[in-house]
Every structure is written in C-alpha cells, then in structure tokens.
C-alpha cells in the first residue's frame, strides 16, 4: 500500500485520467473529490462488495 500525506485541495493522479482531490479535513472524517472518466466506476469499498456478492469484503475494512 502507498501512503500519501496531501493537504486540502491537493492531489493525486492515478494513470493518465484519475485524479483524487483532498476536497477538506474535518476531524475524523475527510473528503475527497473523484475526477475519472465516464467508463470508470468508482464505489466505496462496501458497495463495491455488495454490487460483487461479497468479494473485496476483507479489502473493505
């Protein structure tokens, strides 16, 4: 796993058409903006293992 310190409005690009926006931090909880092209899905991880009948489940805590 890689571990990444941004500060709010930074980012980070995965591939050429990814990028991952620190939008704000507020205590405990963070929030993050998705750029990704239309043919991406991007899900949190417990939908992502619900639409998928359970796999990615360990992945999700």
């Known amino acids: 796993m ?3 310190t941004r500060k709010p409005n930074q980012a980070i690009v995965i ?7 620190v939008v ?3 205590r405990d909880q963070i929030r993050l903006g998705i ?9 949190r991880a417990e939908v992502y293992a619900e639409i998928h009948g359970g796999e990615g489940k360990a ?3």
Request: hydrophobic share 45%; net charge negative; glycine share 4%.
């Open 2 to 4: 890689l571990v990444l």
């Open 15 to 21: 591939g050429d058409n990814i990028r991952v926006i």
């Open 24 to 26: 704000s931090v507020d």
């Open 35 to 43: 750029e990704a092209p239309r043919d991406v899905s991007v899900h």
């Open 59 to 61: 992945s999700a805590s």
